[in-house]
């Protein structure tokens, strides 16, 4: 998966944890590989090279609640990558791509049109844009329900205070549990 431009090239560290686990997923930032089931729980590793990616899943203020990823174990560092950032192993919930139909995928395909026009609306502010096109999702009347507006606003203040990025443009970016919850998976990015 490593060949594919615009991934993250690096190989998955050898690390005790990690040997032997097939690789299910590979972002710009992240290698995704599959974890053992726990009390009927699928788990994976996440490999993450960006420090805004491990903010977002280990800091003691990041955001938690019905529309963010289970974290189960930070597992600290190993290696670096070929970006110069540390790898750090971060056991987590699975979670799985959206399907074309069903709740979660329409609250996704809204937030992401909603996203996507706010940051046209907003595009000559540049860098800001991400930013201030989620603010505008948390204050303009959508008729998102109130997990969905808290995990808006838990996700703004995020972003603000760690100087992250927001998307919930790529797809990947938002997913779902099995019992069809929609999860903000990976909606932030670095500067």
Known sequence: MADIEGLLPDPVPDHPLLRGRREIGRGESTIVLEADTVDGLERVFKVLSSPTDYAYYTAPDRPTGRHFPLVYADHGTFGR???????????????????????????????????????????????????????????????????????????????????????????????????????????????
């Open 81 to 191: 990558s070929s970006r110069g950032f540390p790898f750090h192993i971060v056991e987590v919930e699975r979670l799985y791509p959206l399907p074309g139909h069903g709740e979660a995928a329409e609250v996704a395909t809204k937030l992401s049109t909603s996203y996507f026009d706010a940051c046209m609306m907003w595009r000559n502010l540049a860098q800001d844009m991400g930013r201030i096109a989620l603010h505008h999702l948390n204050v303009t009347p959508m008729g998102w329900s109130e997990a969905v507006h808290d995990s808006l606003k838990a996700l703004e203040v995020f972003s603000n205070e760690y100087g992250a990025l927001p998307d919930l443009i790529k797809a990947d970016n938002l997913m779902m549990r099995k019992d069809g919850t929609l999860v903000f998976s990976d909606p932030v990015f670095m500067e």
